[in-house]
Every structure is written in structure tokens, then in C-alpha cells.
């Protein structure tokens, strides 16, 4: 009973409040002709939307291949150097295959960076062997090569200038110098 | 549905569209009319469409509900960017001067309680007691279960009257909008 006068009176407040807002509401007529008048945003909103999520999609693109495929230029280079600052052991450098042209002292690329992937007491982590190009094999010929001009600087007792003398092997006689002094 | 058909469903409707849109943006007349003019918009562009599964007035009373939801977003947004255009608020003076003229102070009293109970409880009260669908048609237009519908409505069946009673309009021996007088601000 109770229960049911709550709800009259609710739907009373709901009644007067709809009989209020129907005075009030503005004809139909009315209302088409301002939606009808309305400047339409949507749909420049809309290609607006879609021209900048495409932008933002092109450029996550382009830091994607600027991430994953930089220019190898860019790297430092890897087996350009070779001989036998190449922190190959020598032993190794010994045991080339026979059917090797190249001299023990000039280990090629290719076997180089064999040893080195194959060599598991390395402290550092290797780097993945990278295919070889041009540029390497110029450097690798380089090595190779002398200049003519070389022999301007070979001079008379270079090979004193090489070696570390010692006191026993001295050319002047101390001793008869002293024995000399001393009559 | 062709155009005319459409044009007919909905100028049949349209007072009730109109105080739907009203409940669905805390009753501002000029955000009611503009929310009502997109709803229409999306309706005959076709943006929204008619299938024929509900019957018209719940699916023009969904429509305007995301249409509202929408505008509040937008409106949201605006705010966060302080660009706000001042026509989209009736002046004050005007408001007043419609409140006025056209709220009784029990109406006011009962309006200000509506407006303090949550959104989903607002809406449930609202359409079962301003538009009388039934808990399922509520549901349908809120889009969510019976079940949800049907709590939101006792909840603020609930709500509603501990608020009135709160201002001293519902009492149990009787309202009489003469007794209550001197409670009325």
C-alpha cells in the first residue's frame, strides 16, 4: 500500500515534469530545419582522423626500417683488419689448409671469422659473421702490397737500430783500456 | 523505412524524444535541442538505422542516448581545452527566468533529487515513469539486462524518496504541495 502511494506520487512528479517539458519542447519542424542548417564537421573530423592516424602509421614505418635496417656504413668495420694482430693464436694460423695459396702469415677473411665463431674460450660475445664485401677484400689486398718506395727507407745499420744491445757483446775492450790507464 | 516514413515516425515521437534528451543531458534546454538535432541528423542520413528488431521508440530512445553520450564526451573535451563556446549555456538570467516561470518549487525540490542520483538510476526512472516502457523496452534503451535495469530502478526508486523525504515533501501521511510550503527554498 504503502509501496504502491510511493509510486503514485513519483509518477505524479514525472507526469507534471513531462506536461512541463512538452510545453516546452520546440516544434518539429523547428528542430529539422536547425539539424538541416547545421554546419556538417563530421565528416571534415572524420578525414581529419584518418589523414593523421595514416601520418602516424608512415612514421612508425619509417622508425621501424631506421631501426631494424640501418646502413651498414654505419657499422664499425669488422675482419678489414687481418695478420697477425688478429688475436689468432698462431698455432691456428699454422694449421690452414693446405690447399691455401695465401702465405701462414696472411690468414684470408672467410677463415678468419670461421675461427673466430668456432672459438668458444673468447670473453666477449662474438659478433655474427657478416658476409664479405668489396671494401674487405681491398684491405686484404692492401696488406698485401708494398710500396716501391720502400727500399728509400731501408738505411746502413737499420738492423743495429732493431736489436737491443748487450753488455758482453760491447766492440770496445774495457778492460785493456783500464790495464792501459793503469802503466 | 524510406525518408518519409522516417520523417513521420519521428515527428511522432518528438516531444517525448524531446524530454528523453533532456534527462540525458541534466535538462539544459539548449544542449537537449542540439543533442535532438544530431539525433535526427544521424537518423535520416542514415547514420543510424532502423532495423525493425525493437520497436521505434526504443531505438530512437537508444539513439539519442549515445547521441547524448557523445555530446558529453565532446563537451568533456572541450573543457579540458578551455575552449568552450559560451552560446552552448543558456545565460543565467534566462535559465532563471524559466525556472521561474515554469518549475513549481515542489517540481524544483523534485528535479534537484532527480538530479543528485546517478546516471543509470536517473535513466531507469525516468523511462519507466516519464515515457512508461516497460523494464525490458528501459533495458534495451540503457543497453544493459533486465536485471541491471531492474536494480537501478529499485535503487533509485529508493534514492528518490529518501531524498525527498530529506526535504520534507514526502511524507507518509500525504503530500499536499500547501503543507510543504515552508520547506520549499
Known amino acids: 500500500m504503502k509501496r504502491d502511494l510511493e509510486e503514485q506520487k513519483i509518477k505524479q512528479w514525472f507526469l507534471e515534469a513531462r506536461q512541463r517539458d512538452e510545453a516546452r519542447a520546440p516544434s518539429f519542424a523547428e528542430t529539422l530545419a536547425a539539424a538541416g542548417s547545421k554546419p556538417q564537421r563530421g565528416g571534415w573530423r572524420f578525414v581529419g582522423w584518418r589523414l593523421a592516424s595514416a601520418m602516424a602509421g608512415l612514421i612508425a614505418i619509417g622508425i621501424l626500417a631506421f631501426v631494424f635496417f640501418k646502413p651498414s656504413g654505419t657499422q664499425p668495420p669488422g675482419p678489414i683488419i687481418v695478420g697477425p694482430s688478429a688475436a689468432i693464436p698462431p698455432d691456428d694460423l699454422r694449421r690452414t689448409p693446405p690447399n691455401n695459396p695465401s702465405p701462414p702469415g696472411a690468414a684470408t677473411v672467410s677463415t678468419i671469422n670461421e675461427r673466430r665463431a668456432n672459438s668458444k674460450s673468447s670473453r666477449h660475445r662474438l659478433r655474427p659473421v657478416r658476409p664479405q664485401n668489396d671494401f674487405g677484400q681491398a684491405a686484404l689486398l692492401s696488406f698485401k702490397w708494398q710500396s716501391p718506395t720502400d727500399f728509400l727507407l731501408r738505411t746502413p745499420g737499420a738492423d743495429v737500430l732493431r736489436t737491443v744491445p748487450r753488455i758482453g757483446d760491447s766492440l770496445i775492450r774495457f778492460d785493456t783500456i783500464h790495464s792501459a790507464e793503469k802503466n | 523505412m524510406d525518408g518519409a516514413q522516417l520523417r513521420q515516425a519521428l515527428e511522432e515521437h518528438h516531444r517525448e524524444a524531446y524530454g528523453w534528451t533532456l534527462a540525458c543531458c541534466a535538462r539544459h534546454p539548449a544542449d537537449a535541442e542540439t543533442i535532438l538535432q544530431t539525433a535526427y541528423l ?18 530512437l530512445f537508444a539513439v ?19 575552449t568552450r563556446h559560451t552560446e552552448s549555456a543558456p545565460p543565467v538570467a534566462a535559465r532563471r527566468f524559466e525556472d521561474d516561470v515554469y518549475r513549481s518549487q515542489v517540481q524544483t525540490l523534485f528535479l534537484r533529487a532527480l538530479d543528485r542520483l546517478p546516471r543509470r538510476q536517473q535513466e531507469a526512472l525516468q523511462l519507466v515513469f516519464y515515457h512508461d516502457l516497460s523494464l525490458a523496452e528501459a533495458a534495451e534503451v540503457m543497453c544493459i539486462t533486465i536485471g541491471s535495469a531492474r536494480t537501478h530502478y529499485e535503487r533509485g526508486k529508493k534514492k528518490l524518496r529518501q531524498l525527498m523525504a530529506e526535504s520534507g515533501v514526502f511524507d507518509e501521511k500525504g503530500l499536499g504541495r500547501a503543507e510543504n510550503q515552508a520547506m520549499v527554498p
Open chain 2, 64 to 82: 539519442v542516448r549515445n547521441t547524448a553520450s557523445d555530446y558529453r564526451r565532446r563537451e568533456w573535451l572541450n573543457r579540458l581545452r578551455l
Open chain 2, 42 to 59: 544521424k537518423i535520416l542520413e542514415g547514420k543510424a538505422r532502423y532495423s525493425g528488431t525493437s520497436a521505434f521508440r526504443t531505438w
